[in-house]
């Protein structure tokens, strides 16, 4: 098996990999371009940001290194939410999830000098109508600003203002690791 990177410094990410009982270290490159095609269709951002990721790993892995990249995406309608800019940018966020159903799209490529493969893991999240005070409070105490759609599930906000889940919760924290494993162990042929 490959030595394991965590193209991420999301201590969420680490925490669910390292779930995996898997040896892997983390490897961080800065000023990676995350932007996307206007015209992309909405549930291939996520994979399509994961792959532009990958490439900038490429020309500094190793042989024997596989290096896993991700990128995590809210979608409500059509409308896609990256992180916030600012408490008021997550306010608002949080105002347009409320009382909602939305989707948590994770995009993530697996990337070797010999290979390269790339998936989405989509999960339908339900949030409760959420007073401002509920928003307020979450905001001002959590600060949000490092999580797609502002707002971490695993956190407050969580507890108190989801009210159903269709698909992996461990998803919507930022990481399929379940769908990581399967594709470990198939076509990477880790044995665990």
């Not at 000023?31 to 992309?40: K, M, R, V």
């Not at 797609?148 to 956190?155: L, W």
């Not at 159903?164 to 998803?171: E, H, I």
Request: aromatic residues 8%.
């Amino acid at each position: 098996m490959k030595h394991i990177i965590l193209a991420s410094n999301s201590p969420r990410r680490k925490e669910l990999l390292a779930g995996l009982d898997v040896d892997f270290e983390v490897r961080v490159l800065d000023g990676i371009d995350e932007s996307y095609p206007a015209e992309l269709p909405v549930e291939d951002i996520a994979e399509y940001i994961s792959r532009k990721k990958a490439v900038a790993y490429r020309e500094t892995m190793g042989d024997d290194e596989l290096v896993i990249t991700a990128d995590t995406v809210v979608v409500l309608g059509r409308q896609v939410m990256g992180k916030p800019k600012d408490d008021a940018d997550a306010c608002r966020m949080l105002r347009l999830l409320s009382g909602q159903v939305h989707q948590v799209i994770t995009g993530v490529t697996l990337t070797t000098r010999e290979r390269q493969r790339s998936f989405s893991v989509k999960t339908d999240v339900t949030f409760k109508a959420l007073s401002e005070q509920e928003i307020n409070y979450y905001v001002s105490r959590y600060h949000p600003l490092d999580k797609a759609g502002a707002y971490g599930i695993q956190e407050w906000i969580g507890h108190i203002g989801v009210t159903g889940l269709n698909g992996s919760y461990y998803n919507v924290m930022g990481l399929p690791v379940q769908r990581i494993y399967e594709v470990l162990k198939s076509e990477y042929l880790w044995n665990k």
